[in-house]
Structure formats: C-alpha cells, structure tokens
C-alpha cells in the first residue's frame, strides 16, 4: 500500500503562482513514477505531469508545458509541482497518483494509488 497526501492548493489569481506538494508513505519501493492529473467541474480527469521515481524523468501535458515544473525529492519522498503563469483553465482539483510502470504514465486507469486531491482556483 502506499499512501499520497497533496497539498498546496488554494486560490490565486491569473498569472500567479503555486507549488503543489505530494507526500508519499508506505510501500514507496513499489512503484515507479508519480504522476498529476486534474479534473475540472463538468470535465474528465485529465493527466498533467509525471516523473519516474529513480531517474527522474518527466512528461507534460501539451496545455502546461513551459509553465508547470515536476521534481521530487527523493530523501523526503515528496513530488512537488510547481505552476507558474496559471490561467483560469487551469482551475480544477489536482490530484497526485503512483504507478508500478512506466509505459502508460499519461493513462490514469494505469495508476494504482491516488491522493484525495487539492483545489486549485484561479481567478481572472
């Protein structure tokens, strides 16, 4: 089992910023990435970015390149997201996942444990 707490979230207005945090416990040896997806009212859950564990390497959503940043820190178990230049569209609940392999990481149906999510609210 592994558990995932976010936090961070709150409200901002356009063109702000804020640093998403997802803490990891448990089982954290059994996977291999972390990933975030978002899912805004009326809409699908969506991915956003993810990170493998033990290299670090990363993919984006078209609609956040350049603007959002994923990194973990691997002492404190902890992914981070940091967004930068939010826009209204960017307002949803966030929501960090663990996944056992690699070659679906933009797949939610493929992630096996999952955060309770966080509300980010960006104002124009």
């Known amino acids: 089992q592994v558990q995932l707490v976010e936090s961070g979230g709150g409200v901002v207005q356009a063109g702000g910023s804020l640093r998403l945090s997802c803490a990891a416990s448990?089982?954290?040896?059994?996977?291999?990435?972390i990933g975030w997806f978002r899912q805004a009212p009326g809409k699908e859950r969506e991915f956003v970015a993810a990170?493998?564990?033990?290299?670090?390497?990363?993919y984006y959503a078209d609609s956040v390149k350049g603007r959002f940043t994923i990194s973990r820190d691997k002492v404190k178990n902890t992914v981070y997201f940091q967004m930068n230049s939010l826009k209204p569209d960017d307002t949803a609940v966030y929501y960090c996942a663990a996944v056992r392999a690699t070659y679906n990481i933009r797949i939610q149906s493929a992630y096996d444990y999952w955060g309770q999510g966080t509300q980010v609210t960006v104002s124009s």
């Open positions: 448990g089982r954290t040896s059994s996977y291999e990435a």
């Open positions: 990170i493998t564990w033990n290299i670090g390497l990363t």
